[in-house]
């Protein structure tokens, strides 16, 4: 019993220990609280960077109607030009675009026809890149004369040696015996060119020009001129006119820069059949008047495109020189046909218009 006690109390000890061996717990790090700030912090913008595209050749839109109308900066007769080639390529079924901008890079060769009012250096850029392109240059500014397949259609109603030789010749078309005549400046380079050029034109109709009935006169035969050194004097333009009318001279161009009110009443006054010139003074004074040379521009610029079209040749320069306001009583149907064809021609560079 004595042994016994001691053995219980080491077991109990043992027990108790195991027990409290068993219900330990591993120490855990307690972290200790911590003031904390927010950081400031600046926030960067991140850029996106964008690739540019470079144009290339591949790029750009390229050109192919038959008819093309590059519209020239500032020109004032783009929308008319452009409303009248499509109502022309719509009638003629031909496919037509208009450009504002152009390179010779976006031409490609189904284009038959380059219509522009872009200035001279543009348009002898294109020329020079495309040859072979036909270019219809209106009203162009600084543009070089002679430069092959570019056609120059202007404004400003022919030269003044083509209205003076159309003018001889429809007044010798017109008048009976082709007792015709010119009234010129005197000593002047305008002067000499409208006369000479005049005489040439009313020849080209009559030739010797000999009048078959009387009053007859001695050679030179019609057509005649007279030169005055005086416009504004009205002494001095009558005796000019008088000098024509004592030669029975029945119809006369007036040089437009020496045409006044006063000198077209008097001839008007003489029963003097006249032809005049878009914007000529004095002019509304006339009473038997045949016609008026003016412009057509846009009309013009159809005859060269159609013209072109059908491989005609139609000259590096086409003017724009027609016969206007034509008198019926005065110039029949058939003598307007003849008239149009030599203007066509004169137009064209196939007949010379001086001496």
Known sequence: MTKTKPTLV???LTLVLLVSA??????????????TQPIATEETAITTVTETAIPTEAAQVLVSS???FWAGAGSGHNEALAERLTAFTQNNNLTFERR????AEQITPSVKILVTTADGA???SINQQMPDLKIVAVDVSGLTPGLVNVHAVTSEGGTLEQRAFLAGYALALTTADYRVGVLSLYEDDLGNRTRDSFI???RYFCGLCKPLYPPFISQPYYP???EMSSPTDPANWQAAADSLLNLSVTAMYVQPEISSLGLMTYLASKNITVIGVEGQAGLEAAGRVVGVLGSDLYASVESAVSGLLMGEEIGASTGSLELKQINPDLMSDGRHILFERIREDLLNGLIKDRP
């Open 66 to 68: 038959d008819i093309v």
């Open 100 to 103: 504002e901008s152009i390179t």
């Open 200 to 202: 040439v034109g009313a």
């Open 122 to 124: 543009q348009v002898e």
């Open 10 to 12: 080491l077991i109990l």
């Open 224 to 226: 005649l001129y007279a």
């Open 22 to 35: 068993c219900n330990q717990q591993q120490p855990t790090a307690t972290l200790a609280p911590m003031d």
